[in-house]
């Protein structure tokens, strides 16, 4: 998988790029918490961004599309392959107008 350049997105609050160390415990967290049948089981991620007020970050999943994931971590084994809830965007720009922006907009207010 090619890496992704997060610097390129221009971060708005509540999202932020994720430091490499908690980068790193988000990805495994994910597998750790995912069960056959998830959306994102066996896939490659990286972490690239969080939302600070609560627990979803932002994957990159590769070029081919989808190319990103939001997945609320939920720290516990599930058993349940909808969880942990996961959207997933086609592509950057999907993921700034979808999701990005409104996120920045309802937390301004």
Do not use: N
């Amino acid at each position: 998988m090619s890496k992704f350049d997060a610097s390129q997105i221009q971060w708005r609050e509540p999202w932020h790029a994720i430091a490499p160390a908690y980068a790193a415990k988000a990805e495994a967290e994910i597998h750790r918490e995912m069960c056959a049948g998830h959306v994102l089981f066996r896939r490659s991620v990286t972490a690239v961004g969080y939302r600070q007020d609560c627990d979803d970050v932002l994957f990159y999943l590769g070029e081919s599309a989808p190319s990103f994931a939001v997945v609320h971590l939920s720290y516990q084994r599930e058993t349940r392959p909808e969880w942990p809830s996961t959207t997933l965007y086609d592509t950057l720009t999907a993921w700034l107008e979808q999701c990005l922006i409104p996120d920045a907009e309802e937390f301004a207010t």
